[in-house]
């Protein structure tokens, strides 16, 4: 009996051991590392050394804790009973959730605001940097902080969040709005971001909303810009290199009504399905009605792309004759849409392009306008590199 028992014992643990390695056959281990956004533990190497150093126990330990069976649903399981039944947010250092269930990303409210506001001067002399070279190489520059989600409704966060958010970014904004006057290369857009926002509530008091209009300038469980944002900072870029090209009314006839859709910061983050409403934009009826070609080119290091927008000869408006490029972040893939139709040429390179510098700076080169965009919150990282473009352009001359 005790034979049995104890061989019993042990098919169970060998069960335990192996029932992992069927799941990575069977439903793949890309699915769930990226569930928790890192590489899961892998089987630690057996040798002498780590043995005695007891390092691969708690390899051991933490392999199988990572590869368990049915880990990834038990996980998304207790992540839908913290938000659900608790109200807590289950990842607590990305998602912050606020109130009427906004969620906001926990790094832009938290760690940006303490970090980045003391480096603002950096952003100043980089801009006033940027203004010098504009006068000596001809080419227009701007530089664009694009607004945060608490930037323009810090009235969604907690207080605690709220009080901490203001009272860091507040001297960030202030300081910035004091030197724009003075350096010409800076586009600020959280005070034409508030505007908007005010004539979108005041709609929505007066009646005059629909059920297909937005409420807000960003969804409540989204982090980036939704296409109702990319048209004002669109329309503000517009309006600094050539006010009186702005359509107004170009762009609603491609979007849908809204359609519900799994809200980015619940999906990705938070690996909980939150649907919320959306505009779907008819991107081949866009292009063909708009006359614009697009063509991607791979970069070589990188695992990103360079986008060239040309336009033959747009029904609609008389694009200006100079070549756009814009260097961007995800808070600017909406706008590389609007914005294209308004220029003979415009190439797109994301900031992780950068890796590739000949190419990077080989189109930067030949740009009319060039456009250097990063969200607010992520500026801290962009010092370096906007230095270097900026030192470049001088030899240039």
Do not use: C
């Amino acid at each position: 009996m005790k034979r049995n028992r104890a061989i019993l014992y042990s098919l169970i643990f060998l069960t335990f051991i192996l029932l992992p390695q069927f799941g990575i056959i069977f439903k793949g281990e890309d699915e769930r590392e990226k569930f928790q956004n890192r590489a899961l533990q892998q089987l630690p190497e057996i040798n002498i050394e780590s043995l005695l150093s007891a390092s691969y126990g708690k390899g051991l330990n933490e392999y199988i804790w990572d590869h368990l069976p049915l880990r990834t649903n038990f996980l998304q399981a207790d992540h839908w009973i913290d938000y659900h039944i608790f109200n807590d947010s289950p990842v607590l250092d990305k998602v912050i959730i606020g109130r009427n269930d906004w969620l906001f990303f926990y790094p832009a409210v938290m760690e940006w605001p303490q970090r980045n506001s003391q480096q603002v001067e950096k952003i100043i002399a980089l801009a006033q940097k940027a203004t010098a070279v504009q006068k000596k190489t001809g080419k227009e520059i701007i530089i664009i902080p694009s607004p945060s989600k608490a930037s323009i409704y810090p009235e969604f966060l907690p207080d605690y969040h709220q009080n901490a958010y203001r009272q860091n970014v507040a001297p960030f904004h202030d300081r910035l709005d004091m030197a724009a006057p003075d350096t010409k290369s800076l586009l600020l857009l959280w005070k034409p971001f508030h505007n908007e926002k005010e004539r979108l509530l005041k709609n929505q008091q007066n009646g005059t909303s629909t059920p297909d209009r937005t409420r807000y300038l960003f969804r409540p469980r989204d982090r980036h810009f939704s296409w109702e944002t990319s048209l004002v900072q669109t329309k503000k870029i517009i309006d600094r290199i050539s006010p009186e090209l702005w359509k107004e009314n170009l762009f609603g006839r491609y979007f849908t009504v809204y359609q519900s859709q799994r809200s980015e910061m619940g999906e990705r983050f938070m690996k909980i399905s939150l649907p919320e409403p959306y505009l779907t934009f008819l991107e081949d009826t866009y292009m063909e009605e708009l006359s614009i070609t697009r063509i991607v080119y791979p970069v070589a290091m990188t695992n990103r792309f360079q986008e060239t927008f040309s336009v033959d000869k747009n029904p609609f408006i008389e694009p200006l004759a100079k070549k756009v490029v814009v260097i961007h972040d995800s808070f600017f893939d909406q706008s590389r849409f609007l914005l294209a139709p308004y220029f003979k040429e415009s190439i797109f390179m994301h900031w992780l392009v950068f890796k590739n510098f000949p190419v990077f700076m080989n189109a930067i080169r030949k740009a009319d306008i060039l456009i250097l965009q990063s969200v607010e919150d992520r500026w801290q990282v962009r010092y370096e590199r906007l230095e270097r473009i900026l030192t470049e352009l001088e030899k240039t001359v």
